[in-house]
């Protein structure tokens, strides 16, 4: 069974400061996807990264990137510049091999503070 | 650039009533999904299809009912509604190619909120 925790439920930064934000994860899985959901208040689910698990370098789009540690089972997504739109629930999610499941974190609440 | 469409939006019901959560995507996607989200639990899978014809549980089924005729259409069921049910409902869908691996990213509808009283 897969497993993704993400152990912080609740976040703040001040605008234009970086933030972390942590996911482990298990699979025995070989080969899978990592991914960061964005959810802001209008519920929309989002996609922010994708990160294939066989790529070493990590993933990044814009002020997002990754740190991608396949050995440690660790995914955590960080944001630079932060800014008051990123305001939002983050979910941490994985999927692999024939599984066609995708499992989600609990999600992290981050707040931008002006 | 329809995606995923969710209706209704928004839903009340009473204890013991039925409905039905409709969903439909028009990307051809094969793999199709249904979602509950409830305050700290994150999303968590009712039930799943691989193509038209075919579903399987998912984390949570009880209480839900599905099926898929088409590769479009996949609505979801609840046969006689309880208050444990209350939530929000993501519909989602992605591709699974058959001769090439997909990611398996999902494309999401934007949620039902249903509350059953």
């Known amino acids: 069974a897969q497993t993704v925790t993400q152990s912080q439920p609740e976040m703040s930064v001040q605008e234009a400061e970086t933030v972390t934000l942590s996911c482990t994860y298990d699979?025995?899985?070989?080969?899978?996807?990592l991914f960061w959901y964005k959810q802001p208040p209008s519920r929309q689910m989002i996609l922010v990264i994708r990160?294939?698990?066989?790529?070493?370098q990590n993933a990044t789009e814009n002020r997002f990137s990754v740190n991608f540690q396949k050995a440690a089972k660790s995914f955590s997504l960080k944001i630079s510049d932060s800014q008051l739109g990123d305001t939002a629930m983050y979910f941490c999610?994985?999927?692999?091999?024939?599984?066609?499941?995708?499992?989600f974190g609990k999600g992290t609440l981050l707040t931008v503070n002006p | 650039n329809a995606g995923v469409t969710q209706t209704p939006k928004f839903q009340v019901l009473k204890t013991g009533q039925s409905m039905t959560l409709q969903c439909a995507q028009d990307?051809?996607?094969?793999?199709m999904s249904w979602y509950r989200q409830d305050p700290g639990m994150g999303l968590r899978l009712i039930h799943y299809?691989?193509?038209?014809?075919?579903?399987d549980q998912g984390e949570v089924p009880n209480g839900y009912n599905v099926s898929r005729s088409t590769t479009e259409d996949f609505p979801l069921r609840l046969l006689s509604a309880a208050p444990s049910q209350t939530s929000v409902y993501f519909c989602?869908?992605?591709?699974?190619?058959?001769?090439?691996?997909?990611?398996?990213?999902?494309?999401f509808g934007e949620g039902s909120r249903l509350t059953v009283l």
């Open positions: 989602a869908s992605s591709y699974q190619g058959v001769w090439t691996y997909s990611s398996g990213e999902l494309f």
């Open positions: 699979t025995s899985e070989n080969n899978y996807y």
């Open positions: 990160q294939e698990a066989y790529k070493q």
């Open positions: 999610a994985l999927s692999g091999g024939s599984n066609y499941k995708l499992t």
């Open positions: 990307m051809n996607h094969e793999y």
């Open positions: 299809s691989v193509g038209a014809g075919i579903t």
